[in-house]
């Protein structure tokens, strides 16, 4: 494989990973989850060594993104927690009607 090649190769893949990050960064609060994140395999050659500071931000993009999407998870979980507080006007388990003709 070419030297042209590897960069190609990996200038695509930090590319897409920037892109998933800034779309995860971009989401409406309370939405990161719901961006497609796609699974990828790292190429099969080391990082060029001219796109090592590139590989640098775009992992700082990443840190960016997760800590989005941890908040997101929290805010989620204390919405949830304050749902569960509330009393229900029944139990799940009692009649939801009552047969008074028998």
């Not at 930090?14 to 699974?39: F, H, K, M, N, Q």
């Amino acid at each position: 494989m070419s030297a042209d090649d590897v960069t190609a190769e990996w200038t695509a893949l930090l590319d897409r990973l920037e892109l998933d990050a800034d779309r995860i960064l971009a989401a409406a609060p309370g939405t990161a989850d719901t961006a497609v994140i796609e699974p990828w395999t790292p190429p099969s050659t080391p990082l060029p060594v001219h796109l090592a500071d590139r590989a640098r931000r775009v992992v700082e993009r990443q840190r960016l993104a997760m800590e989005r999407a941890r908040t997101d998870l929290d805010d989620l979980r204390q919405h949830l927690g304050a749902v569960d507080r509330i009393p229900g006007t029944r139990r799940p388990d009692a009649p939801a009607f009552l047969d008074v003709d028998g």
